[in-house]
């Protein structure tokens, strides 16, 4: 079942996806939050910190999973996800570094990182709440279009526009990882719930296809069309086609 929350902008998406994983904390304080990277979530997160300076939520009991990281960076590189959860969300509240999960990019044996990454995901009882972003072409996490569905966690070989793209963020093009590690397709759908933020006109396309079209993995998101509890919280534009 999927629900949608269109919003006016990108502040009341963000208000509203702080307010239900507010809810979720609220509900039970030591809940799995599941966590996404990129633009999107940004907003949420200082919303978030926002709560927690206002003493609404405590973060000591939650714990976290992260849906990716990149290969061959280390925690404190400031393009790594770890990077970017601590400047955002991490270090500004009070949850306890050994509740943290991200894919260990620093292990060179991608089957190891791989394995230990789905040991941990499944050691912790289930994902009570997974926030997502969604990609232009309808990538969730890193699982590009394919052929097929992901299942546990694997090492994406990223693309060459990908990597160019992301050399802006680098001292070298060499620098900029190749590969990187990412929590498969049947991981995210295990997810009690699924929430799904969006912006931006850019993605109204996108949205149209995964949720209004068919369900292929040549669009990834689309299979949350059959996942049982999906709330997507977007700004009117991304949700142009949706009522
Ligand atoms: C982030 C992630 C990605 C992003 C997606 C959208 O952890 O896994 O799938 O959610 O690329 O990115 P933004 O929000 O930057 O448009």
């Known amino acids: 079942m999927i629900r949608i929350y269109k919003e ?3 502040e009341q998406m963000s208000q509203r996806a702080a307010d239900l994983i507010l809810a979720q904390i609220l509900l039970k ?9 990129g633009s999107t979530p940004i907003g949420l997160y200082e919303k978030l910190v926002e709560y927690y300076n206002n003493n609404r939520v405590d973060f000591s009991q939650v714990r976290t999973v992260n849906l ?12 790594s996800y770890h990077y970017f959860m601590n400047q955002n969300l991490f270090s500004k509240v009070n949850i306890d570094e050994n509740n943290i999960n991200l894919p260990n990019g620093m292990e060179e044996d991608s089957m190891k990182a791989c394995a230990e990454y789905d040991v941990v995901i499944e050691n912790l009882g289930g ?4 926030l997502l972003g969604i990609g232009h072409n309808g990538h969730i996490a890193f699982n590009e279009p394919a052929e097929y569905f992901t299942k546990g966690t694997n090492c994406v070989a990223l693309t060459k526009s990908t990597i160019e793209a992301n050399s802006r963020f680098f001292a070298s093009p060499d620098e900029v990882p190749k590969y990187a590690y990412t929590m498969g397709i049947a991981s ?13 006109k850019e993605k109204a396309d996108i949205m149209k296809e995964a949720f209004l079209g068919n369900i292929t993995p040549k669009v990834p998101a689309s299979i949350l069309q059959t996942h049982p509890d999906v709330i997507i919280v977007g700004d009117s534009e991304a949700l142009r086609d949706f009522e």
Do not use: F
């Not at 030591?30 to 966590?35: A, K, N, R």
């Not at 994902?127 to 997974?130: L, T």
């Not at 995210?188 to 931006?200: E, F, G």
């Open 8 to 10: 006016d902008n990108y």
């Open 127 to 130: 994902i009570d709440i997974q």
């Open 68 to 79: 990716d990281e990149y290969k061959g960076l280390d925690p404190n590189h400031p393009q």
């Open 188 to 200: 995210i759908m295990k997810a009690k719930r699924i929430l799904l933020v969006v912006n931006s």
């Open 29 to 37: 304080p030591d809940c799995v939050l599941g966590l996404a990277t």
